[in-house]
Structures are given as C-alpha cells and as structure tokens.
C-alpha cells in the first residue's frame, strides 16, 4: 500500500457549481478524516469517520458540503454552489487507533480553485 | 476546545545553523502533541509527537521537541539545519481518544535554509 491517495490533485471550478472530491485510504485504516487548508493558515477540522459512521463535524462544514463513507472504505467530500471562499485544499487523513492516541497519515491533497 | 499558537509565521536560516519554532497550546483537557512537515507540493508527514513520559522526544532526522507543560509550550528545535529542511511546520495538539482525535493545528511557520 502506498499511503492515502486524493481524487483529483487538483480542480477549477466556477462558482455555483458542484464537485465531488475522493479519498482513498490505507487499507486497514477504520478512521478517515478530512481537513481544509487555506492559504497561508494550518489545516483546519471538518468531519471524521469511523468505518462508515460519521462521528463528528465541524460548524466550518455548512449545509453545502456532505462527506460520506458508504463501506467504510473511501470517503468523498461533495460541495454545493460552490463559493469562492471554497478556494483551499482539502486534506484526508486516516488512521487506526491503536494504544491511546492514532497517528493520522495524510493525503497529498485536494487543491480547489472557485472563479 | 484547544487551540495552537505557532509565533513565527517565517524562519530565514543559515545552513549548518540552530534553529527553534516555537509552538504554545490551550486547551481545557489532557492533549497529545505533535509536529508535522509539508514539503512543497507534498502532503503532511508526522515529524515527532508527545504522547505522555519523558518530555524531550527526537526524530530521525535529527529534529527535537520539548513539552513544557508550565508554559504549555512544545517548542521545535534542530542543532544544524540543511537545505533539505526547507518546509512548512505545523504545531498540532489533539485531545485524548474520549475527547476525539481530530487534530487542531497552529498557523505554520514557514523554514527558508539558506546556502
């Protein structure tokens, strides 16, 4: 396995449209985050999974957005009307927790541009 | 609800030269801490982490940290840098695994090693 791996690397889009992003993770790994990076600030929280649960969002994901984990497996990250303050790069991260804390493994990213 | 505080948004250094990032956290439970690096163009790849024991934890590649629980700080330090450190370094703090692993992140401090 070569790590957690993002669809598409990167995607342009004008505003008021719909894009769906994918992640797929390290195989054995039942959690799967995602982030958002603005330009210039650190990766903020968004949503995470648990097999196909998802267990926890953020007030920064709005009605627009939805991520889903159908099978547990990959997750996508779906955003509606789009806005430009949607610019940012999404980041998946997964993990498996083992002992007290799980080591998140990142993505390359997903880097969106709204016009 | 945490948050990181990373001091210097851009650290210019001298190859061979010491370097320090500083990193201060809040947060209203027990946390983990952890330093992670973004290479350009590349995702974000775990450098060292705190979990709980001694306070000084060091990497592979030389680089060092030392939670100061009184300060509530984990700074990040290197004796002699290379060009190859060039990076972007995020602070990140999570909660232990009742409170949710999401990871909150600082603003980056952005490392220029100079020949």
């Known amino acids: 396995d070569t790590g957690v791996s993002q669809d598409p690397r990167h995607k342009i889009t004008k505003r008021g449209q719909n894009v769906t992003f994918r992640c797929d993770p390290i195989?054995?790994?039942?959690?799967l985050y995602w982030y958002r990076q603005t330009l210039g600030q650190g990766p903020e929280f968004l949503t995470y999974?648990?097999?196909?649960?998802?267990?926890?969002k953020s007030r920064l994901l709005s009605d627009r957005f939805s991520a889903e984990r159908p099978k547990g497996s990959f997750s996508t990250l779906e955003i509606q009307r789009t806005e430009q303050g949607d610019s940012a790069m999404y980041l998946c991260?997964?993990?498996?927790?083992?002992?007290?804390?799980?080591?998140?493994?990142f993505g390359p990213g997903t880097r969106l541009t709204v016009t | 609800a945490q948050s990181v505080t990373q001091l210097d948004s851009q650290v210019p250094v001298f190859e061979e030269a010491p370097v320090e990032l500083r990193c201060n956290y809040s947060?209203?439970?027990?946390?983990?801490l952890f330093w992670y690096v973004q290479y350009p163009n590349q995702g974000l790849q775990l450098l060292l982490k705190?979990?709980?024991?001694?306070?000084l934890v060091e990497s592979i590649n030389g680089f060092e940290a030392e939670f100061n629980k009184s300060q509530t700080s984990f700074h990040l330090r290197k004796p002699s840098v290379h060009i190859s450190d060039t990076a972007e370094y995020f602070c990140?703090?999570?909660?232990?695994?009742?409170?949710?692993?999401?990871?909150?992140f600082g603003g980056g401090t952005r490392v220029l090693v100079k020949p």
């Open positions: 991260a997964s993990s498996f927790p083992a002992g007290t804390v799980d080591e998140q493994y």
């Open positions: 195989s054995e790994h039942n959690r």
């Open positions: 999974f648990q097999n196909e649960a998802q267990l926890e």
């Open positions: 947060s209203s439970v027990s946390v983990y």
């Open positions: 705190y979990l709980s024991g001694s306070t």
């Open positions: 990140a703090v999570s909660g232990f695994k009742a409170a949710g692993n999401k990871l909150t």
